[in-house]
């Protein structure tokens, strides 16, 4: 008789196609199958626990199974699961749009609902796009992004991408979008001062020399995500939207990885007390429950869309999902446990205790850099500390980490040679510091003990 366990893993290998998963491997290794989550702990078929140690992929906010979560889900399932938001509203979604205007940076009043990263980050390309053309300005059809940017894996989206391994092969039906340097220090012959000047300057001459063809510029506000987790150097950001606003190109900040607290301020974009004219959040913006994101614009955008209707500016762009009850619902109760907990505060007396715990990896002989804002931490594995040469991509170093802290009881996933922590920002200190001694093993035996394979 198959176990429970052999059953579904034969269905998941015969009818399961995984994303960002090669599954020429995948099937023929044992497959991890989560069957419950409870705190910051998820539990596999077999009752294994694992600490969540990147948040089920950079979501989870409160942990898993929360009962105030799932008391306002439940609440609002007695009223109505959907209903659109095409032409009519929804109670939580009206709430919902009146706190996030409330809670984000000064100017963004407006909230256009979407259903995950990418349709917010298409709905800013295009709200950019077809701002310029409703004012009558002819030729800002253009995108500037940013060397290495991820933001999202819809066309659209992946048109302001640039990480090749991802985004190469699909060029040629992609529109050009103009791209950056992004100040990667570590990595930067000049190290952290002349990677910002390269970066400004770059910017400056592309908008001095051809802002009349661009329409926004996008970027990951202070830290790039899945790039490496790579942190900008201060003033960075705040220097690249003063060009902007002096040139006449729209910013559109992809808060998407980096909002709900996540860096140690609710968005990124105040660290530097930046005010996009567009700001694209998603994944904590539910706790990481259910899939809800939304774009913010200005009242100044907004207002370009504003006419009668024959002037035919409507933006007109919904999925069928756009503004779901249940999962404005459950934003709005996230909002309120993000007060009610002061879970924003929190996350900067738990990153400075996360980054204690970890100083003492600076001086393994394979670790090259350990990068972290708020509870955003990526550390980059090196083949040789001293040239900083990376690992061979085949070694598959990352992978080999990562699996080795599954083995310990931690899970997170590599991005290349760069390790993940990325825990959930209720993580309790305790936990916090069991989740950093796995993380550690892991790191030490894999790239010092020649461990498993
Ligand atoms: C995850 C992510 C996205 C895409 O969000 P999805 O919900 O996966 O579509 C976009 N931008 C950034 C910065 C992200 O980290």
């Given at each position: 008789m198959t176990s429970d366990y052999e059953r579904l893993a034969a269905l998941n290998k015969n009818h399961v196609w995984h994303p960002f998963t090669q599954m020429k491997d995948y099937v023929h290794s044992d497959p991890l199958i989560i069957e419950r989550g409870e705190g910051i702990m998820l539990y596999d078929v077999h009752g294994r626990a694992y600490y969540d140690g990147f948040s089920s992929v950079w979501l989870n906010v409160h942990g898993h199974h929360v009962p105030e979560l799932n008391q306002a889900i439940t609440e609002q399932l007695k009223l109505v699961a959907h209903s659109t938001?095409?032409?009519?509203?929804?109670?939580?979604?009206?709430?919902?749009?009146?706190?996030?205007?409330?809670?984000?940076?000064?100017?963004?009043?407006?909230?256009?609902?979407?259903?995950?990263?990418?349709?917010?980050?298409?709905?800013?390309?295009?709200?950019?796009?077809?701002?310029?053309?409703?004012?009558?300005?002819?030729?800002?059809?253009?995108?500037?992004?940013?060397?290495?940017?991820?933001?999202?894996?819809?066309?659209?989206?992946?048109?302001?991408?640039?990480?090749?391994?991802?985004?190469?092969?699909?060029?040629?039906?992609?529109?050009?979008?103009?791209?950056?340097?992004?100040?990667?220090?570590?990595?930067?012959?000049?190290g952290e001062m002349k990677a910002l000047e390269d970066t400004l300057a770059a910017l400056r001459n592309l908008l001095e020399t051809r802002a009349d063809e661009i329409a926004a510029l996008i970027v990951e506000p202070i830290v790039q995500g899945a790039s490496g987790i790579i942190v900008m150097p201060q003033g960075c950001l705040s220097e690249m939207a003063a060009l902007c606003r002096k040139h006449g190109v729209l910013l559109i900040a992809d808060e998407v990885a980096t909002g709900f607290g996540r860096t140690g301020a609710m968005f990124a974009c105040d660290l530097e007390d930046v005010s996009p004219d567009l700001m694209v959040i998603g994944k904590g913006l539910t706790g990481g429950y259910l899939p809800l994101a939304a774009t913010l614009a200005t009242d100044e955008v907004y207002s370009a869309f504003y006419g009668d209707y024959q002037e035919q500016k409507t933006f007109f762009h919904g999925h069928s999902f756009t503004g779901n009850p249940l999962g404005c619902a459950a934003a709005l109760a996230n909002l309120k446990l993000f007060e009610d907990r002061n879970i924003v505060e929190g996350v900067r007396t738990k990153a400075s205790f996360v980054e204690q715990k970890l100083a003492a990896l600076k001086d393994r002989p394979h670790?090259?850099?350990?990068?972290?804002?708020?509870?955003?931490?990526?550390?980059?594995l090196v083949q040789d500390k001293d040239s900083r040469a990376p690992y061979d991509w085949a070694e598959r170093i990352g992978v080999r980490t990562s699996l080795r802290a599954r083995e310990l009881g931690m899970l997170t996933r590599p991005l290349g040679n760069v390790i993940v922590f990325i825990p959930p920002l209720a993580s309790s200190q305790a936990e916090l510091d069991a989740m950093t001694a796995i993380l550690s093993e892991s790191i030490i035996s894999v790239t010092e003990g020649g461990a498993v394979t």
């Open positions: 938001l095409l032409g009519m509203a929804n109670v939580p979604a009206i709430e919902l749009a009146e706190k996030l205007a409330g809670i984000s940076p000064k100017g963004l009043n407006k909230v256009f609902y979407s259903d995950s990263g990418a349709t917010g980050v298409e709905i800013a390309i295009k709200m950019a796009f077809q701002y310029w053309h409703n004012q009558g300005v002819r030729g800002k059809t253009s995108f500037i992004t940013m060397n290495q940017a991820y933001h999202g894996d819809t066309i659209g989206a992946v048109s302001v991408g640039a990480i090749p391994l991802y985004h190469d092969v699909f060029r040629p039906m992609l529109f050009p979008s103009h791209i950056i340097p992004y100040p990667y220090a570590y990595r930067h012959e000049g670790v090259g850099e350990i990068r972290q804002k708020g509870l955003m931490v990526g550390i980059e």
